[in-house]
Nanobody, 124 residues
Framework: QVHLVESGGRLVQAGDSLRLSCAAS????????MGWFRQVPGKEREFVAG????????YYGPTVKNRFSISRDNAKNTVYLEMSSLRPEDTADYYC?????????????????WGQGTQVTVSS
């Protein structure tokens, strides 16, 4: 069993930067991809970024490309999301997720474990 805990979400102003962290724990941890998703109430969960655990290949959603950066620290079983030039439309609950097996990184249904989420609010 894998447990994921996000942290770092808070209220910021437009244009600010923020770093989110996701710490994983469990007997073993060797995911195929670690991903970040975000969700606003009433809307579908949106893919933000992903990173392959073994090699570090990164993937980004179209609206965050060039603004967000995903990274990992394998020794600490931790994945990060660096966010810059934040916009009000980035306001959402941000979730990290672990995908254990090969498949599409883009769809939330492909992931096996989820954290509880951390709130990011960007004011104008």
């Amino acid at each position: 069993q894998v447990h994921l805990v996000e942290s770092g979400g808070r209220l910021v102003q437009a244009g600010d930067s923020l770093r989110l962290s996701c710490a994983a724990s469990g007997r073993t941890f060797n995911p195929y991809v670690m991903g970040w998703f975000r969700q606003v109430p009433g809307k579908e969960r949106e893919f933000v970024a992903g990173i392959s655990w073994s090699v570090g290949t990164t993937y980004y959603g179209p609206t965050v490309k060039n603004r967000f950066s995903i990274s990992r620290d394998n020794a600490k079983n931790t994945v990060y999301l660096e966010m810059s030039s934040l916009r009000p439309e980035d306001t959402a609950d941000y979730y990290c997720a672990a995908k254990l097996y090969i498949g599409s990184y883009y769809y939330s249904s492909e992931y096996d474990y989820w954290g509880q989420g951390t709130q990011v609010t960007v004011s104008s």
